[in-house]
């Protein structure tokens, strides 16, 4: 069963597919949230808290199996940083998701911490102090949307946190083409043109 979503070779359109998959996952789970708080308490609530470990756990590892899935068409990640840039920017200023807001953000978040931890051993693993400092920044931001979607709720913090979340996922999108992990199995650069 585990070999149907190991790390492969995608195409473009598996790949993008894998990625909508994966987004659409999470937007399922988050969507049905009232099941266990149909008060709407939201993080303050436990049930509440312990409901988002399904989308965290998809959104962390779906990130990761399109990131090392999609050597071949490195573009197909950085589409999709774009794409959760544009949602951020769409969500938060203005009304096109309608009733749905608090769904997005709930599927933004995970889908962010994701891309952060793979940004951050993306960076990491060049080895060079530009690489580092972006890393450690990666994780921080990582860290701050974590605290803040699931503990916190700081409306101050995500007005900070909204502009900077899409600016951060355009730079990984500009970065991710160049920077992916996985070496290719026949050896040399990833195929594609990223």
Not at 96 to 106: E, N, S
Not at 112 to 122: E, K, L, P, T
């Amino acid at each position: 069963m585990f070999k149907l979503v190991a790390p492969r070779d995608l195409g473009a359109i598996p790949a993008a597919v894998a990625a909508a998959f994966v987004a659409l996952a999470v937007f399922a789970w988050t969507e049905r949230t009232v099941i266990v708080d149909p008060e709407g308490l939201s993080v303050p609530y436990w049930p509440w808290k312990l409901w988002q470990i399904g989308p965290l756990l998809i959104g962390l590892g779906g990130v990761w199996w399109v990131w090392l899935s999609s050597r071949r068409v490195p573009w197909v990640p950085s589409l999709a940083l774009g794409i959760v840039a544009l949602v951020v920017l769409a969500n938060g200023y203005s009304g096109l998701f309608g009733d749905y807001r608090g769904d997005v953000w709930r599927t933004v978040n995970p889908l962010f911490i994701g891309s952060s931890s793979v940004a951050a051993v993306a960076l990491w693993s060049r080895g060079c102090s530009a690489g580092r400092v972006g890393a450690l920044v990666s994780v921080a931001l990582g860290a701050l949307v974590f605290a803040n979607g699931y503990f916190v709720n700081n409306e101050v913090l995500w007005q900070i946190l909204n502009p900077v979340r899409m600016l951060t996922a355009l730079a990984w999108a500009a970065g991710a083409s160049q920077a992916h992990l996985a070496p290719h199995p026949k050896g040399g650069k990833p195929t594609g043109d990223g």
